[in-house]
């Protein structure tokens, strides 16, 4: 009983180096999303996904990218690493059975440091 | 979206029950108020959510006052293992969820 699994857990990179971060669950949810989190502060939502093949902007995505080829699996990708995305990253599903108010699962997050 | 308050820190005793509350006095008809927590550096943990009826689960229960503009989270025996982040979100049906600050509950032996 996996539910949202984050690949990698943790990675440092350089600045300028690319990277793809991997989300995967196992909930058959339609919903997928992709959220930072810097210290002290709460969860921002980067990017989300309403289902296959579709993606949308959320409150901070510049920076970066997303694609969901697979209903189970949702990518963030940075393209050129800055210091500022150095950040803790979470992924979350959601369901739309029962209605629109279903709550979000999260993953433990994959940590990113940036030098 | 309707804004939440919350404090920023509280205390419990282990063994008595945490109540921790949550101001939104902006709240729109058709926000459910969320609950969810954070155990130092994990994912963020659902608790429970609710539209206007008071609600119960294995974790915890959800007070939302009759005028709807807050509630209260109370777990009814707390642990050591509750400590925790708490965060509160009152979320339109079907928008995304804006998570702010959020309460620190510090569980006391």
């Known amino acids: 009983n996996a539910g949202v699994t984050q690949t990698p857990k943790f990675r440092v990179l350089k600045t300028g180096q690319s990277m793809t971060l991997l989300c995967a669950q196992d909930?058959?949810?339609?919903?997928m999303y992709w959220y930072r989190q810097d210290p002290g502060m709460g969860l921002r939502l980067i990017h989300y996904s309403v289902g296959e093949g579709t993606t949308a902007k959320g409150e901070v995505p510049d920076g970066y990218n997303v694609s969901r080829l697979k209903k189970q699996n949702f990518l963030l990708g940075l393209e050129s690493a800055a210091p500022s995305q150095t950040s803790v990253y979470f992924c979350?599903?959601?369901?739309?059975?029962?209605?629109?108010?279903?709550?979000?699962?999260f993953g433990d997050g994959t940590r990113l440091s940036i030098l | 979206d309707a804004k939440t308050t919350q404090p920023t820190s509280m205390d419990c005793a282990e063994g008595r029950a945490a109540n921790l509350p949550c101001n939104h006095s902006?709240?729109?008809?058709?926000?459910?108020v969320y609950w969810y927590r954070q155990i130092h550096s994990q994912g963020p943990q659902y608790i429970i959510h609710g539209l206007k009826n008071n609600e119960t689960n294995e974790m915890a229960s959800l007070i939302i006052t009759e005028d709807r503009k807050s509630s209260t989270l109370i777990l009814p025996h707390a642990t050591l293992r509750d400590t925790a982040v708490y965060y509160c979100?009152?979320?339109?049906?079907?928008?995304?969820?804006?998570f702010g600050p959020g309460t620190r509950l510090s569980v006391l032996p």
């Open positions: 902006t709240i729109s008809g058709n926000e459910y």
């Open positions: 979350a599903s959601s369901s739309v059975t029962g209605g629109y108010n279903q709550p979000q699962h």
């Open positions: 909930m058959n949810h339609e919903y």
């Open positions: 979100i009152a979320r339109p049906y079907g928008q995304n969820f804006v």
